[in-house]
C-alpha cells in the first residue's frame, strides 16, 4: 500500500508539473485515477494534493478553459517549485554534493516514464525539461533494495539466503530490518538476526535469490532511538586495503573527503600557488579511494602512500588512453 501510494503521489506530480497550461480534474482522474468510483477518486485526488502541498509543493489552481472559467484546472510552476539560491557551508555542500548522487532508481524511472507516456499519449503539451528539478541520483542497483526499503517502512520480517565470500553455499537469514544504509560505497541493511537474537549487518549485493515476507506488517518496533550509521559502521567488518591515506585538497574543494578526514592542516604547499591547499589525513579511507580522488580531478592530489598515488596515475593514463 505504502509503494501503491508513493507511486501515485509521484505520478501526480511529474503530471502536473511537466504541464505548460492547466490540466482539468476529469483528465487528472482519466489519466491516474481511472480504476475509483466518484466518490473514491474525489476522496483520494482532495488527499494527494493536501499531501504534495504539506511537502511544499506549489499546486496552482485555475481555469483550463477560458469558455468556462468556473472548470477549475491544475499544475505546478516549475520556477515556484525550483529552489531559490542557496548558500552553503562546507559541511552543507557535502551533504549535498552526495544527494546530488541520489537515486538513479528503477521505482522511481518507472513512475516517472509511465506518468509522462500516459500525458504524451492524451495529446497533452508536455515540458519534459521541467523533470530536471525532481531527477535524483545515487545507484541502488542490488535487485533486492526495494524489498528490504519496504520492510523498513512496513516493519516486516523477511528471509533471504546470504552468501559470504567464504562461503561456497550460502546460508539461510531471518532479520527484522530496521534501517538501509550506503556506507563505504556499499549498500548495507542493519536489523535483529531473528534466529541469533542479535544485531547484524548484511551487504545486499550478497543477497542470493528471492527475498520473502515472513511477518505481518508491524510486527516488531525498531529500537528507540537507534543510529542506523552507527550501528553499521560498528558492525561492518574492516576492509582490506588502504590504512592510511594523505591527500593535498585545494582550498575551497574536496568536500566529501573532508568530512571522513582524520585531520585537516590548513595552509601548506601544494601542487601550484595560485589557490590555497590543505592536507587531508584519512585514516580510514572510502573502499574506491582512487575513484574518488579522480573525481575531484585537478582539486585533490595524493601525497602518499605510492601505491595509492600509482593506482590514481594508472587510471589517468587508462583513461587518457581509451580517449586517444
Known amino acids: 500500500m505504502a509503494a501503491a501510494k508513493t507511486e501515485r503521489l509521484m505520478n501526480l506530480l511529474i503530471m502536473l508539473l511537466v504541464q505548460r497550461g492547466y490540466v482539468s480534474k476529469e483528465r487528472i482522474r482519466e489519466l491516474l485515477y481511472s480504476d475509483t468510483s466518484d466518490d473514491a477518486f474525489h476522496r483520494t485526488f482532495e488527499r494527494d494534493k493536501e499531501e504534495l502541498r504539506s511537502l511544499g509543493v506549489p499546486i496552482e489552481v485555475g481555469s483550463?478553459?477560458?469558455?468556462?472559467?468556473?472548470?477549475?484546472?491544475y499544475r505546478i510552476s516549475?520556477?515556484?517549485?525550483?529552489?531559490?539560491?542557496?548558500?552553503?557551508?562546507?559541511?552543507?555542500?557535502?551533504?549535498?554534493g552526495l544527494a546530488t548522487r541520489v537515486w538513479e532508481h528503477a521505482r522511481?524511472?518507472?513512475?516517472?516514464?509511465e506518468a509522462v507516456r500516459k500525458l504524451a499519449a492524451a495529446?497533452?503539451?508536455?515540458?519534459?525539461?521541467?523533470?530536471?528539478?525532481?531527477?535524483?541520483?545515487?545507484?541502488?542497483?542490488?535487485?533486492?533494495?526495494?524489498?528490504?526499503?519496504?520492510?523498513?517502512?512496513?516493519?516486516q520480517t523477511l528471509a533471504f539466503d546470504y552468501r559470504r565470500?567464504?562461503?561456497?553455499?550460502?546460508?539461510?537469514?531471518?532479520?527484522?530490518?530496521?534501517?538501509?544504509?550506503?556506507?563505504?560505497?556499499?549498500?548495507?541493511?542493519?536489523?535483529?538476526?531473528?534466529?541469533?537474537?542479535?544485531?547484524?549487518?548484511?551487504?545486499?549485493?550478497?543477497v542470493v535469490g528471492e527475498v520473502r515476507a515472513v511477518g505481518e506488517p508491524g510486527s516488531y518496533e525498531v529500537p528507540a532511538g537507534l543510529d542506523v550509521r552507527a550501528v553499521a559502521r560498528g558492525l561492518r567488518p574492516p576492509e582490506p586495503g588502504i590504512a592510511e591515506a594523505v591527500l593535498l585538497a585545494r582550498q575551497g574543494h574536496g568536500h566529501a573527503l573532508r568530512r571522513v578526514a582524520e585531520t585537516v592542516v590548513p595552509g601548506v604547499s601544494?601542487?601550484?600557488t595560485a589557490t590555497g591547499w590543505d592536507r587531508l589525513v584519512l585514516r580510514r579511507p572510502p573502499v574506491d579511494l582512487v575513484g574518488e580522488v579522480l573525481a575531484h580531478g585537478a582539486d585533490v592530489v595524493v601525497e602518499s602512500p605510492a601505491e595509492l598515488r600509482d593506482d590514481v596515475i594508472a587510471r589517468l593514463c587508462g583513461a587518457a588512453g581509451a580517449g586517444a
Open 64 to 73: 483550463y478553459d477560458p469558455l468556462f472559467e468556473d472548470e477549475p484546472g
Open 123 to 155: 495529446g497533452v503539451p508536455l515540458d519534459a525539461g521541467a523533470l530536471d528539478l525532481i531527477q535524483p541520483r545515487l545507484a541502488a542497483e542490488e535487485p533486492s533494495f526495494d524489498v528490504f526499503l519496504d520492510a523498513v517502512q512496513t516493519r
Open 270 to 272: 601544494g601542487p601550484d
Open 165 to 206: 565470500p567464504t562461503q561456497e553455499e550460502p546460508s539461510h537469514r531471518t532479520l527484522e530490518p530496521w534501517g538501509v544504509v550506503r556506507y563505504g560505497g556499499r549498500w548495507y541493511v542493519v536489523g535483529r538476526d531473528v534466529d541469533r537474537d542479535e544485531s547484524r549487518i548484511f551487504r545486499l549485493s550478497r
Open 78 to 96: 516549475a520556477d515556484q517549485f525550483a529552489l531559490p539560491t542557496v548558500e552553503l557551508t562546507a559541511d552543507e555542500a557535502a551533504v549535498v
Open 108 to 113: 522511481l524511472a518507472e513512475a516517472t516514464t
